[in-house]
């Protein structure tokens, strides 16, 4: 099993060196996602007065929808672990006129927040990351209020999602990656039903509500897909910019060929799909 400190380590230095491509894409990320976004605004339900907390915010945009429909009694507590996201999505905030957000960094697995302090939680792509992802819905569970409402969103599993799998699956084969270990974190670490129910329960939730929802990434064209992984997907592009240039440019070249054999069979192949968990405590 790999060793989870490093793997914190790497992942912190990973979403730093990469919030900016993300407040840069922000718009497009907040497009192609908006279904996913929807699902968990709806999931965690945000009523005015209410406190809603968002992990893993990234640049911001599920928790800006949340925080809209709290008014100006309620408060949405923003955070993520990487400082540069919490300036971007701070940045954004203020772009959009949201004075009801409170941005902070936080670590998931060891939460600075008094036990049931908010009414909701909310969280895109960011459990399936966390090195120890058992760890952080503890911690979720304690911080919510009896009666509080959590929403997640994770990647379902590799052949749902070739639009990660295929960069992933070439650096497998050349042997510039390991091949994931069971339950290893990773885009794909919660894509299993059954492990997503098993980690709810565990943390002491009730049997959690799974629905799939598409993300329509528009990747049809190889260097669109290429651009956009490189920028946004930041386990996949570390790999690829390890490489020596040569290397990375085999990869790419191989990479795009298989999405133009992909698309040609089906124009939709390279979307993506979510699971969007919801649960009560």
């Known amino acids: 099993m790999a060793d989870l400190d490093e793997y914190r380590a790497r992942s912190l230095e990973n979403w730093e060196e990469f919030s900016g491509n993300w407040a840069d894409e922000h718009d497009f990320l907040h497009e192609a996602t908006k279904p996913v976004a929807d699902a968990l605004v709806a999931g965690v339900g945000p009523q005015p007065g209410e406190t809603i907390l968002e992990l893993a915010a990234g640049t911001g945009d599920v928790g800006f929808a949340v925080a809209e ?21 701070r940045r954004l905030a203020a772009e959009a006129g ?93 894509g299993d039903p059954e492990r997503v129910r098993s980690l709810v329960t565990g943390a002491g939730f ?14 049809t064209d190889p260097a669109v897909h290429w651009e956009k992984t490189m920028k946004l997907a930041a386990p996949i592009a570390d ?11 085999q990869i790419r070249e191989l990479v795009a060929s298989r999405v133009l054999e992909r698309v040609a069979e089906d124009p939709e192949a390279l979307y993506g799909h979510s699971w969007v968990v919801t649960v009560t405590k």
């Open 206 to 219: 009730a049997g959690p509500e799974l629905q799939e929802v598409t993300v329509d990434w528009d990747y």
């Open 98 to 190: 949201l004075t009801n957000i409170e941005h902070r960094v936080l670590d998931a697995e060891r939460m600075d927040l008094e036990d049931a302090s908010v009414d909701g939680v909310v969280c895109r792509y960011g459990y399936m990351l966390m090195a120890d992802p058992a760890a952080a819905l503890s911690e979720t569970r304690r911080v919510l209020r009896e009666g509080g409402r959590l929403a997640f969103a994770v990647w379902t599993g590799p052949d749902r999602n070739l639009w990660a799998f295929l960069p992933g699956f070439a650096l497998v084969e050349a042997g510039h990656l390991d091949p994931p270990e069971p339950d290893a974190p990773g885009i794909f670490a919660m």
């Open 69 to 89: 429909r709290l008014g100006s009694d309620g408060k949405l507590i923003q955070t993520d672990f990487a400082l540069g996201m919490v300036e971007a999505e």
């Open 239 to 249: 790999a690829v910019n390890r490489l020596p240039e040569d290397e990375r440019e």
